[in-house]
């Protein structure tokens, strides 16, 4: 743990919490953004809200949280996404994989 745990403030683990807007629910969006997170190597969930957004919660580096964010703003997501919205807190009691909730 201490092998990696040492470094630079870019390597230490964060929070993004996301909020999708747009045409994002039953089109595979959650899937596509599971995979994503892991290709990418982060931790968290994502779920669909009752007022038709997707949220995605991601725990690993600021660098890693931010390739996902640059995913889920580009031309390749399923659906039509209309707006995307994070905020960056400290990572919290952390998770095991990145489920879909």
Excluded: K
Aim: glycine residues 16%; aromatic residues 8%.
């Amino acid at each position: 743990m201490v092998g990696h745990m040492q470094g630079h403030d870019s390597h230490r683990s964060v929070r993004a919490t996301v909020w999708v807007r747009g045409r994002v629910q039953q089109v595979g969006f959650r899937w596509w953004t599971r995979a994503r997170a892991l290709e990418i190597g982060l931790t968290g969930y994502t779920s669909n809200l009752g007022d038709g957004r997707v949220q995605v919660v991601a725990e690993g580096s600021r660098a890693d949280c931010e390739r996902l964010l640059a995913a889920l703003r580009g031309p390749g997501t399923p659906g039509q996404v209309s707006g995307v919205t994070e905020i960056w807190t400290a990572v919290g009691e952390g998770y095991e994989g990145f489920a879909i909730r």
